[in-house]
């Protein structure tokens, strides 16, 4: 994106703080008194470092571009899109992830990242993978709102959590690690019937959270599948290009998350949820990457970057990993790197203007 255009749009968001600012919970330079963040791997910041499973990145090369070249426990080579978000939203540090020792104290005060790599809306995938299901995350929401009380009080609390920013990634571990690798699933259920329950799933989420304080919430869309390095390997048969089958079910799936979002905010009072469309900023990235300044858009920086992920085969002895990954629009095989996240934060930012409201 134009650095001319990213000036002016940031810009014109920070000129709307004194507006804003009468509606917020603490005195600040942001745009919101906090952001509490629920999911998966893209918006993981370091929860699996504390749990006994094999999805953490809590080792080189993942966090190479980030500060102090520290493996945070991100899956990116650097910052992830709601880190970029959080800084355009005027944070000069980042919500922690709640199992860190430095979710404590005033740090809880701009909020807390739940999320866990290989997590979605089927919770049987995270519970067999040790990582923390969506219902437990909500449960540790609960947990974090009676530490908010102790510390702010339960007006300032009520206030915070009321106008924080909600964000939930969820929905690409469901399909890519679960349904079109898993037999029972797929020959029991159709990619749509599988989808409505992952919506049902969904659902029950925004009822949970929005009785919880929660009036805000953003949640994205499925990015295109298909166009993932692991899966154009795995599912591709030798296909060229991105797997369309799977595309067109990230696509429907897509569809439903809008429909339910949309009845979700007639039923509560006062919710408002933005479903952020990642699909098509990173398919325009993978389809055209030199328009946006990259080189490789089919496999990832790490190893030969068509099946690493996670510490079994992206680590610190991954064969070839490249050298400059502001040139890839995919860090692994299933992340996208710093470079591309710019991209789908600025896309966040431009959709979830309603949400600073």
Known sequence: MDQTLRYLRISFLFSLAVFLSSSHA????????????????AVDVGNNNYLPTIFRADYPPYGRDFANHEAT?????????????????????????????????KNLLIGANFASAASGYDPKPAIINHAIPLYQQVEYFKEYKSKLVKIAGKTKSESIIRGAICILSAGSSDFIQNYYVNPLLFKVYTPDQYGSYLIDSFSTFVKDVYGLGVRKIGVTSLPPLGCLPAARTIFGFHEKGCVARINTDAQQFNKKLNSAASKLKKQYSGLKIVVF????????????PSKNGFSEATKGCCGTGTVETTSLLCNPKSFGTCPNATQYVFWDSVHPSQAANQVLADALITQGFELLG
């Open 277 to 288: 469309d990642i699909f098509k900023p990173l398919y325009d990235l993978v389809q055209s």
């Open 73 to 105: 426990g991100r899956f990116c080579n650097g910052k992830l899109a709601t880190d970029i978000t959080a800084e355009t939203l005027g944070f000069t540090a980042y919500p922690p992830a709640y199992l860190s020792p430095q979710a404590s104290g």
């Open 26 to 41: 603490q005195d600040s330079t942001t745009l919101v008194p906090a952001i509490i963040t629920f999911g998966d791997s």
